[in-house]
């Protein structure tokens, strides 16, 4: 069983910068794949970026490619997403997900989810 707590989302203006925490519980955190995913209201949930175990492997949606950047300390069993150059469409309530699978970009494939920290860009 893994819990998964996010923080560091509030409301910025646009261009400006915000920085996700993921706190995992559980002394395997560096078994699982860890990914953020998107929910704008009235949308689906939708891929935003995921890390590999070891932060070798790292992928990301096209639209956030050059501005976000997701990376983990095992050590502190935590997961970020730095947000840079942010745009009133990034706007969306941000999840944290574990997978024991690399690769899947689907909310199917995630093993577990966090509650969700809201993001809000104001233009």
């Known amino acids: 069983q893994v819990q998964l707590v996010e923080s560091g989302g509030g409301l910025v203006q646009a261009g400006g910068s915000l920085r996700l925490s993921c706190a995992a519980s559980g002394r395997t955190f560096n078994s699982y794949a860890m990914s953020w995913f998107r929910q704008a209201p009235g949308k689906e949930r939708e891929f935003v970026a995921t890390?590999?175990?070891?932060?070798?492997?790292?992928s990301y949606r096209d639209s956030v490619k050059g501005r976000f950047t997701i990376s983990r300390d095992n050590a502190k069993n935590t997961v970020y997403l730095q947000m840079n150059s942010l745009k009133p469409e990034d706007t969306a309530v941000y999840y944290c997900?574990?997978?024991?699978?690399?690769?899947?970009?689907?909310?199917?494939?995630?093993?577990?989810w966090g509650k969700g920290t809201l993001v809000t860009v104001s233009s």
């Open positions: 997900a574990a997978s024991l699978r690399y690769g899947s970009t689907s909310t199917s494939g995630m093993d577990y």
């Open positions: 890390i590999s175990w070891g932060g070798s492997a790292i």
